[in-house]
């Protein structure tokens, strides 16, 4: 009697299941979307994200009218308060990065992301990539809003240069965006919200101004490649002790060592 051997099943063919790794088209675009997803669904962004409108505007108001009321509008440039404004308005959106991740853990959501998503690198990458994607355009906005604020209490009497305002604003979201990337990696290696906010005020304002505080020119020195200070060449455009490409590679380089620390621990621990 004849014996006819079936065909083996091609995977992917109709009728029959891909290998799970190619179910549903890529695995990055599905943890982008679900990141994606998750970030506009708290309200703790929300909130954040209008608190940092807040301290935006707020002290960019206040400090452009003490210099009006004190008579030192005389050589202030439309972008002159971004440095100080950015101090403050910065800790909302690390706020934002923090819970992205942080957030995850305190509700134990964190482990059905890594149910979903099994490759731990994927999951930091989708939220690195969300986050950069909503910073940046944000910074733009927060750089735009202290510009348009310093104008309308300055009017005339302040230098407006176009392509010194433009990098300035582009600048700021570029620094903005690291700080973030930074606060992300901090979160994900802390798993606490309050621990990586503390971090970040430690490292973004707490050691510059110590430092400062000591006079010591060494320390000086060795605090000024920390991220506050890298960011002032590209809010301002000084030269001084590094341009602006130093100091975007600096930012660079800061957001990539606590990206790699988290995922270092992220990859080894369990949720």
Request: aromatic share 6%; net charge negative; glycine share 12%.
């Amino acid at each position: 009697m004849a014996t006819t051997n079936a065909a083996a099943p091609v995977a992917g063919a109709e009728g029959t299941p891909a290998p799970a790794g190619r179910r549903g088209g890529s695995g990055f675009a599905q943890a982008v979307a679900a990141e994606w997803t998750k970030l506009w669904g708290l309200r703790s962004t929300w909130t954040c994200l209008a608190m940092a409108v807040l301290l935006t505007a707020g002290p960019s108001a206040l400090g452009a009218t003490a210099l009006e009321a004190g008579d030192q509008v005389q050589n202030m440039t439309a972008h002159g308060m971004l440095p100080t404004v950015v101090m403050l308005s910065q800790f909302a959106l690390v706020a934002v990065a923090s819970l992205i991740v942080t957030g995850e853990y305190a509700t134990g959501a964190m482990r059905t992301t890594l149910t979903a998503v099994p490759v731990r690198g994927r999951v930091l990458a989708a939220k690195a990539l969300v986050l950069a994607t909503v910073v940046f355009p944000v910074g733009c906005a927060l750089g735009g809003v202290s510009i348009g604020v310093s104008t309308a209490v300055f009017g005339d009497a302040m230098i407006f240069e176009a392509d010194h305002v433009a990098h300035a604003v582009l600048g700021t979201a570029g620094y903005l965006t690291a700080v973030s990337l930074f606060a992300l990696g901090l979160g994900t290696a802390l798993r606490s919200t309050a621990g990586t906010i503390t971090a970040a005020v430690g490292v973004l304002i707490g050691v510059p101004m110590f430092a400062s505080m000591l006079g010591n020119e060494t320390v000086e020195e060795v605090a000024s490649y920390l991220p506050a200070d890298a960011g002032l060449p590209l809010m301002t455009g000084i030269t001084d002790p590094y341009g602006w490409a130093a100091g975007a590679a600096l930012l660079g380089a800061w957001a990539a060592l606590a990206l790699a620390a988290g995922y270092a621990l992220l990859r080894t621990r369990d949720a």
